[in-house]
């Protein structure tokens, strides 16, 4: 142990014996995976996302949003998580394929959003989400994001995106001015775009969808 | 008895007080841009916290939403106090071991220039909204480069004087240096390259990204802490380490089995399930260095805990140690599967990762900060009153902080695990351990304003004339063997 | 391209294991030539003539010396040896 050479020649063996076992093999078994060709439909999954997605994508990233999602659905049997309604099947390493940054997430402080898209499929649903959480789920701890939205004069006819939000929630806080309305900046519009698509409907070979148990017979 | 062992004749070593005195300005720097980091990170934390149960705080800007601002948070704890403060024990204790004054320490400042001005602008780009959001690699790709320069630096600095050492013996907190000086900077560009700079395709990104997060600890914060412990707490008691025969063990399996546990945060994701199952068995093993880690610290504070009222160093330190075991056991323990189940996606994780940084590695940070500081200034601390503040508020906040937690994310884990109980019910029931969080955190903030107020006092006090080693450790024989009540 | 999933982990443990075999035989052996022992004085190599062993080397500051102990008792604090 009082040699030098000896000493970096086994720390340097500890540190590659760890990034070969862990990153190349894995990168040998799921790194070289393609997409998946269903005959019947003539298409490859999963699906590239659109370019307004992709925008949207570096919204969420911009803000943290990782921080208190996740995006992996996991087996059943392992949490309630397709009990919960978030997914119909496990996420597998081929639904990342297209992923720039796999936003996997670490802390569920919030629900998993990797199928938010097949959840919550209406865009003014998520405006006012985003705008503020407590209109929608009550008691939520989301930070309200105002800063994606605009309140402005109408310009010609009123946006179709701007928020319908309830009479006296507008009264309250000021936003019920004649001639204004409260719209999404485009960035607001990208994130919703990318949440939306947000969806893995596609099961692949390697996946299974969750099947409920039967029904246990007698008392339990 | 053991004779003290000289393995050189005296010529050979440099007196003690000129190798402390060589490495003044360098590891100055680096404590004191530490303490700045320190100052930041209890802020963004306190806000990141207040805005996890009361999401209205602050939440007007984007710069400061909950995602950004807890981001920023970890980095500057994790790069910008950890970092520095390993960087200024390292030194320090570099010098000491090899008996050799610091050489080339204008590399060294040079390097912590670098190092804190990279720091600066990735942690305002993550609040500027140029997060990688990779984890703990948020700092956006302008600003990591500066922290490659400073380390590159700073590695060359370390083979030198490794090389220059004049003590043929190796201390067993060397090794842990050396493996911590050598290993950040392969793990940290492999995962700046793989992540970041050229992702890696798919979810080999998270198994590179976790790879690094647990290395960085399992190898740099971990042997940094254990490498001060294992110095201090001997050196303080004036005692030799219990056993320490053990410490080789303890080192090759810390490394060996330390570098394997990251998959442990991808359990139950898309990964292939046998590397998973090998984090596992890898968390198991790590029981071993964990043993020895306690045969060797604890037990040497056997028959020995009345100094604990005596010095402020040991009282750091030794809590610092009983940490890493705990914090150990419960990253053993998370790894089984059924547990992990129930812990992994809560609030559990994060008080586990507060434990080990904290609890472990900052409370090790501040015993050595308190020895070797005196040192380097030739002044004594002007106020025990303002340690004892800051060692009650560190170890109060911390528990504080891992209590509330961890029971409030078990109860998190549970209660999702029950596809009955609303997901918004679950939220619910967190609030008042978040709450209990954020007490912690202004606990741990007084702490940290009782020591920088402390250490500017004793930078701006006069020396003594004439002083050349702290007041009350002077040389004179008449003085050796009092060692107080 | 590897695509049996057996393949890659089995190589792996089992070059992990025949390492370990390999330490663990360097080991047993080192210790059968004495190792253990000059190993063990390392413990001590940070203790020297003004830092010796039996003597605490910190203190809260203000915390005066309550009694000048006889230089030929050993100190309570801090026991070497057992």
Known sequence: MNRGPLLFLGILAAVAFSWVGLVLTGEIQSGGLTPYYDQAEGKLYPEKPSGQAGQGRLVYEDLGCAACHTQQVRRPGFGTDEARGWGTRQSVARDYLYEPRVLLGSLRTGPDLRNIGARQTSADWHYLHLYDPQLTSPGSVMPPARFLFAYRKVVGQPSPLALKLPGDYARQHGLDRPGYELVPTPRAEALVAYLLALNDPYTFPEAKPYEPAPPKKGGA | MVRPVSNAGPAAHADTGAVDASTRWPVLLFLLSSLGWLLVATVLALITSLKSHTPDFLAGEAWLTYGRVSAAGLNALVYGWSSNAALAVTFWLMARLSRAPLRFGGVLVVAGGFWNLGLTLGVIGILAGDSTAAPWLEMPAYATPLLFVAYALVAVWAVVTFRYRRLAQVYVSQWYLLAALFCFPWIYSIAQVMVVFDPARGVVQSLVNWWYVNNLIALWFMPVGLAAAYYFIPKVLGKPIHSYYLSALGFWSLLIFGSWTGPDHLIGGPVPAWVISAGIAASVMMLIPVAVTAVNLHLTMLGSFRALRVSPTLRFVVVGGVNFTLVSLVGTAMSVRSVSEITHFTHFSEAHVLQGMYGFFAMVMFGAFYYLLPRLLLKEWPSAVLIRVHFWAAVLGSTLYWLALSIGGWIQGQEMNAATVPFLEVVQHTLPWLFAGSVAWIILAIGHLAFVINVVWMLLAQRPAGATVPTLFPNPPAMQGVSGP | ?82
Not at chain 3, 44 to 64: A, N
């Open chain 3, 1 to 82: 391209m590897i695509t049996m999933a057996w393949l890659v982990p089995s190589v792996t443990v089992g070059l992990g294991l025949a390492l370990g075999g390999i330490a663990v035989g360097a080991w047993w052996r080192a210790a059968g030539h004495g190792w253990a022992r000059e190993f063990g004085h390392g413990a001590t190599s940070i203790f020297d003539e003004h830092e010796p062993l039996g003597v605490m080397t910190d203190r809260f500051p203000s915390q005066t010396v309550r009694r000048a102990r006889d230089p030929e008792r050993p100190p309570a604090a801090g026991r070497v040896g057992d």
